[in-house]
């Protein structure tokens, strides 16, 4: 799939639509079949405003058009945000819930005095992934994941939050593939061009944070496997920040690491 959906010509892509809309289907009779395996009933999805959680949404509504929940769970003010989730709401035919989350958030900071700002932001989606898996559990749901590719390989996500899934439909997409499926999935524009951010505070921007962009990620990740052309595009700092992501956050794609089992013999 992945040398036939996204063709370039030097830093110029072009997609596929018939082998776009081909995996479309592979992502939604993965769903149908996971559901299946697990004796489940459909799936569950939290809803940010964003676009991966909005194609997120659209796939799995494709796949369980009356057994798929979306849920928002505002921590902080998202205004800006909620306008964009009722777009959403309209586009797909969907009606979502909202567990306020604020009043646990701030009774979780009270309890335990931590001031480090990063670890105050990773309780908000550890907080999301708990009151999704309560949800998911009382309906006999499964939790899908929004993490796309560019994501996952870079670690930029957090353990046992938005990591703590059961399902990954489309964590081998690229950025720029979700937005042209998202497209194809009646997602709206104003989601689709909207500026990347994990809301983990205010003013927070994926691409600021990363130290790159989403575009020359993409492009790393499509030549991951031809150097040569990687270093002729790519700055050399941006290929050292991404790689050093990617093996720093190793311990974020494992099961918790464990030592060798005794000998018993």
């Not at 957090?158 to 194809?184: A, N, Q, R």
């Amino acid at each position: 799939m992945k040398t036939t959906l996204t063709k370039y010509n030097g830093r110029e892509r072009e997609f596929n639509k018939e082998i776009a809309l081909s995996y479309i289907e592979t992502i939604v009779n993965f769903l149908k079949d996971k559901v299946k395996e697990s004796n489940s009933k459909g799936l569950i999805v939290g809803i940010s405003g964003g676009i991966d959680s909005a194609l997120v949404y659209a796939l799995c509504k494709k796949a369980f058009p009356n057994d798929t929940l979306g849920v928002i769970m505002p921590i902080d003010k998202m205004d800006h945000d909620l306008v964009h989730i009722k777009e959403l709401e309209k586009s797909q035919n969907a009606k979502f819930i909202t567990v306020e989350l604020k009043n646990t958030f701030d009774s979780i900071l009270a309890a335990t005095n931590v001031e480090d700002k990063m670890s105050i932001s990773n309780i908000k989606p550890r907080l999301r992934m708990t009151t999704l898996y309560a949800l998911a559990q009382s309906k006999r749901y499964l939790v899908c994941g929004t993490d796309n590719k560019d994501e996952y390989f870079t670690g930029y996500f957090t353990k046992y939050g938005d990591g703590g899934v059961d399902l990954l439909p489309i964590v081998h997409l690229t950025k720029s593939e979700v937005k042209y499926l998202s497209e194809l999935l009646n997602v709206p524009y104003s989601i689709i061009n909207k500026k990347p951010s994990a809301g983990l505070w205010e003013g927070q921007s994926d691409e600021d944070e990363l130290g790159f962009s989403y575009d020359d990620l993409d492009f790393y990740l499509d030549h991951i496997d031809n150097n040569v052309i990687i270093n002729k595009y790519l700055d050399q700092k941006v290929i050292e920040k991404i790689e050093k992501m990617h093996k720093n956050s190793e311990h974020k794609r494992q099961s918790a690491y464990k030592p060798l089992e005794i000998n018993k013999k």
